[in-house]
């Protein structure tokens, strides 16, 4: 694992905020270079990956060693995918289960959640909901020794 110094966050879900300057910082990543979003849906674990204008033909996706790789054929573009939640459970992952889709320069790579994982998240769910929520200004449960 890399060192996280104090300020830096790793992102699994979504992507981090935009902060380059041009007064602050002298050199950031171009605005034209793809980027890579993960927005997961209830049964699958989701990526999209913009701008890649190549047609779905040209994509190479495989799994190996338990990550994700994308590929080009004409080797423009690589990258590895890897899910953080499928390694704390230890589950490999299946080729079968990886899906994929190209739209509006956007290629979307999808993955099917397993069952358990599926029922560990209804669990985890419903214990939330029984959770009773604090109500604006109600301080009681919060009092200062």
């Not at 605005?31 to 990956?49: A, F, M």
């Not at 299946?94 to 994929?100: E, F, L, P």
């Not at 200004?137 to 919060?142: E, F, I, L, P």
């Amino acid at each position: 694992r890399v060192a996280i110094t104090a300020g830096d966050w790793e992102y699994e879900i979504g992507c981090p905020p935009l902060s380059a300057s041009a007064t602050t910082d002298l050199m950031w990543e171009s605005n034209s270079s793809p980027k890579v979003y993960r927005q997961d849906t209830k049964t699958h674990y989701t990526w999209r990956i913009q701008p890649l204008p190549y047609p779905l033909s040209n994509y190479k996706i495989s799994v190996e060693s338990n990550t994700i790789f994308v590929r080009t054929e004409n080797k423009k573009y690589f990258k590895k995918l890897r899910i953080e939640d499928m390694d704390r459970f230890e589950f490999p992952l299946i080729v079968k289960h990886v899906n994929c889709a190209h739209a509006n320069s956007t290629l979307m790579i999808s993955y099917e959640k397993p069952k358990s994982v599926l029922q560990l998240e209804q669990d985890i769910y419903s214990e939330l909901c029984k959770v009773k929520p604090i109500q604006d200004g109600d301080m009681d449960s919060c009092k200062q020794q």
